[in-house]
């Protein structure tokens, strides 16, 4: 589907479907809108985080916008950790090192922006 293609568009909530995330035990991915559904600039995706999962460090070659749903757990950002809960917004610049912790009896969850396109996931030792 092309931008020209577009429509608008919307999804219930039991239309999405989550998959677990390879790079991390614990962490669920949806995509709610994406180039797949017609939308050519931005995907928004959202991110489950089970109670006691870490997602390791690792930079992406895209920047993320994320605003926290539910929960609260720790962000690494480069070498600072930030504890991160409902309502609170977060941008991560492409190539920036940074990691998730959810170190509560919760889950945590968190919508997350990025640009359309390729991204390439790093992990960082």
């Given at each position: 589907?092309t931008?020209s293609d577009?429509r608008p568009l919307?999804?219930?909530?039991d239309?999405i479907d989550?998959?677990s995330v390879d790079?991390?035990d614990?962490?669920?991915?949806g995509?709610?809108?994406?180039?797949e559904?017609g939308?050519p600039?931005?995907a928004?995706?959202?991110?489950?985080l089970?109670?006691?999962?870490?997602?390791?460090?690792?930079?992406n070659?895209?920047e993320?916008?994320q605003?926290?749903l539910?929960g609260g757990?720790?962000?690494?950002?480069d070498?600072?950790?930030h504890i991160?809960?409902?309502?609170?917004?977060?941008h991560?610049p492409?190539?920036?090192v940074?990691?998730?912790?959810?170190e509560s009896d919760?889950?945590g969850?968190?919508?997350?922006?990025?640009p359309?396109?390729?991204?390439?996931?790093?992990?960082?030792?």
């Amino acid at each position: 589907m092309t931008a020209s293609d577009s429509r608008p568009l919307i999804r219930r909530a039991d239309e999405i479907d989550y998959e677990s995330v390879d790079a991390a035990d614990g962490l669920q991915k949806g995509v709610l809108v994406g180039a797949e559904h017609g939308a050519p600039n931005l995907a928004i995706r959202r991110f489950v985080l089970d109670a006691g999962a870490e997602v390791p460090k690792h930079t992406n070659d895209i920047e993320h916008e994320q605003y926290v749903l539910e929960g609260g757990y720790v962000v690494g950002i480069d070498d600072e950790e930030h504890i991160v809960s409902a309502g609170d917004s977060l941008h991560i610049p492409a190539g920036t090192v940074h990691w998730y912790r959810n170190e509560s009896d919760q889950q945590g969850s968190f919508i997350c922006a990025v640009p359309t396109g390729d991204d390439s996931i790093e992990l960082v030792e």
